[in-house]
């Protein structure tokens, strides 16, 4: 096992020595071989150096002998592999930076909405319509350990290391009915410039994900609020409601989502990735059309992935799954899916802070511009055009449909009328 450690220690030191080889094996085509022994370095724990480059030999790139569809893929696993080095030496890293942790910290903790902003064509901070709070979400499938991450990330920032947790954990996902109603919570407790929401899980059917996450990004997200959806049986519906006791959500305050944060249990990832059968296909399917689903995103900006219970797996799984998932969603695996163990480490830690300068920086680049009065003076004007106008239709329509009536009315009278006068003979 790994450990809560995010760097390679002694005893996987071998098995990092070939794991771009091993990862390169996935591909169905094996014409090339990695050799994972020469001059790139990696330091690893009490100073050891192991020496690697992956080099190709099966001659050289482009060369006249090779097919075109061999040096695609010749130039696709060198890709794959430089991919495989970076991540192993993004866990490195972390070690040399241990001591920015508490620097790192107090950026976080000083953070303010709209703190961030880039000054892009002109625009000023004014400019644009900064929320009191900035809004993360915690989106993933059950048992990725959204509320565990939460109490992790608080913990980062609590002065009191003995505060009680702060999110439900289920222990038990299989009978545990997991978060069914929307929780806020206030990064650092007590403060309001940021604010991380714990959410109902994930299910197979994408399409139902889709609509529950359409109604947060489109209508906000509110403490307390209870989430159901249409294929809940009304069993579960009762029981859910019966939990709300009453409560009455609505003094809540409705926040917009300004980022979201997808998590992933590095357990079941790496089962999906290792099996071939419908479960996996499904379950890989789900990920990829949730994720891709432009409620997610903002502008070109896609949410950052977490994936937790690293601690239960050794360095080299943990960077197979996050190259696994970068090539699954389209991001890069080295910057925008980090890896957070259970552990309470520094080096965790720092990678906590790293996610969360990611979100907030990406949440403030993302905030919309403000509407000036000018264009609230012609949308009201524009408004109160179509209402006129639709008044006006209705009251001409009103105005036929009595001249109508009445024309009706007088045909009648007319048709059903008898002449006395001509017939007075017949008596």
């Known amino acids: 096992m790994g450990g809560g450690r995010l760097t390679p220690s002694e005893e996987e030191i071998g098995k990092i020595s070939s794991s771009a080889d091993e990862f390169s094996q996935s591909s169905s085509v094996q014409s090339t071989t990695l050799l994972g022994d020469a001059n790139l370095k990696m330091k690893v724990d009490q100073g050891t150096v192991v020496n690697r480059e992956n080099v190709f030999v099966s001659g050289e790139l482009g060369s006249d002998k090779t097919s075109p569809a061999s040096r695609d893929y010749e130039v696709d696993q060198r890709r794959k592999s430089a991919v495989f080095m970076q991540v192993l030496q993004s866990y490195d890293q972390l070690s040399t930076r241990i001591g920015s942790l508490r ?193 997610l995103s903002f502008k070109d900006d896609k949410p950052v992935v977490v994936v937790t219970h690293g601690d239960m797996l050794s360095i080299n799984d943990r960077a197979r799954i996050r190259i696994y998932l970068g090539e699954l969603l389209g991001i890069p695996p080295a910057k925008q899916i980090f890896d957070i163990p259970e552990s309470c480490e520094p080096e965790n830690e720092l990678v906590i802070v790293d996610m969360l300068r990611y979100c907030l920086e990406h949440a403030d680049r993302n905030l919309p511009r403000k509407i000036s009065a000018k264009t609230k003076i012609i949308g009201l004007a524009s408004e109160s055009s179509t209402h006129l106008l639709t008044i006006i239709m209705i009251l001409i329509l009103l105005t036929l449909l009595k001249i109508l009536q009445n024309h009706t009315c007088h045909a009648s009278k007319s048709d059903s009328g008898v002449d006395w006068h001509s017939v007075r003979h017949i008596w």
């Not at 009680?164 to 929307?182: H, I, K, P």
């Not at 991380?196 to 609509?211: E, I, P």
């Not at 519906?237 to 944060?261: G, H, Q, T």
């Open 103 to 295: 620097e790192a910290k107090n950026r976080i903790s000083s953070y303010t909405p709209g703190a961030w902003i880039e000054n892009i064509g002109a625009m000023k901070l004014n400019a644009y319509d900064v929320p009191k709070t900035t809004s993360l979400i915690l989106v993933g499938p059950k048992g990725s350990g959204k509320s565990s991450l939460i109490n992790k990330i608080s913990k980062v920032f609590e002065d009191d290391k003995f505060a009680s947790e702060r999110a439900q954990v289920t222990y038990n996902s299989s009978v545990g009915d997991g978060t069914y109603f929307l929780q806020e919570y206030m990064i650092p407790r007590g403060s309001n410039s940021f604010c991380l929401y714990d959410t109902r899980s994930l299910v197979d059917n994408a399409s139902d994900n889709v609509k529950m996450i359409r109604q947060w990004i489109t209508y906000g997200v509110r403490h307390g609020e209870l989430v159901i959806r249409k294929s809940d049986s009304s069993s579960l519906r009762n029981r859910m409601k019966c939990k709300a006791r009453k409560d009455d959500c609505e003094a809540s305050e409705r926040r917009m989502v300004n980022f979201v944060i997808f998590v992933l249990n590095g357990l079941e990832v790496l089962k999906f990735m290792e099996g071939d059968g419908d479960a996996e296909q499904q379950y890989t399917q789900m990920i990829r059309a949730t994720f891709s689903s432009p409620y």
